[in-house]
């Protein structure tokens, strides 16, 4: 898994504009996380475990960056670890995520950061299940869900397909 990656300019292959928000756009994003949100999307730090709203969630839909509202994973790719958090085994668009080397704790992991915001995600590990053979180990308030069928967030005003839905 590379290091980050600039993105600006950049559509994913999915079609979302990569492009990071402006100063004035995160300032807007981040005033509306509360304590938590902020300690583990900006601190880089990890909610317990099980105690994340979405560990035993089963509803169909997407989830998304609860920072800048890019989607990351559909209902679909999300299976029971045993961890206590949220897993996925496989991303909407590899593009939508940045794998950064962490060293911190004495360990080496890969963590995950949202491709667009930078906002801290979790971690990936090779122990997940087919096909991808990854576990991505989120955090719960590192995500919104949103039901199928309803429109995906468009919080940064980049058009289609953000505010539609995904099928």
Do not use: Q
Request: proline share 8%; aromatic share 8%; hydrophobic share 30%.
């Amino acid at each position: 898994m590379a290091d980050m990656t600039t993105t600006e300019g950049k559509r994913s292959r999915a079609g979302f504009d990569l492009t990071p928000p402006s100063p004035e756009e995160f300032r807007r994003l981040v005033d509306d996380l509360d304590d938590e949100e902020r300690r583990v999307l900006l601190e880089h730090g990890t909610e317990r475990p099980f105690c994340g709203i979405f560990n035993e969630a089963k509803e169909k839909g997407t989830y998304c960056c609860r920072l800048c509202g890019l989607p990351l994973f559909k209902s679909g790719s999300k299976f029971e670890s045993g961890t206590g958090w949220p897993s996925f085994f496989d991303p909407i668009d590899r593009a939508h995520i940045a794998f950064v080397r962490d060293t911190s704790y004495g360990m080496i992991r890969t963590e995950i950061r949202c491709a667009r915001c930078e906002g801290h995600l979790g971690h990936v590990f090779p122990d997940g299940p087919p096909p991808t053979g990854e576990r991505y180990c989120m955090n719960s308030v590192s995500m919104r869900f949103v039901a199928e069928g309803d429109p995906l967030p468009d919080d940064l005003g980049r058009g289609a397909p953000e505010g539609e839905t995904l099928g």
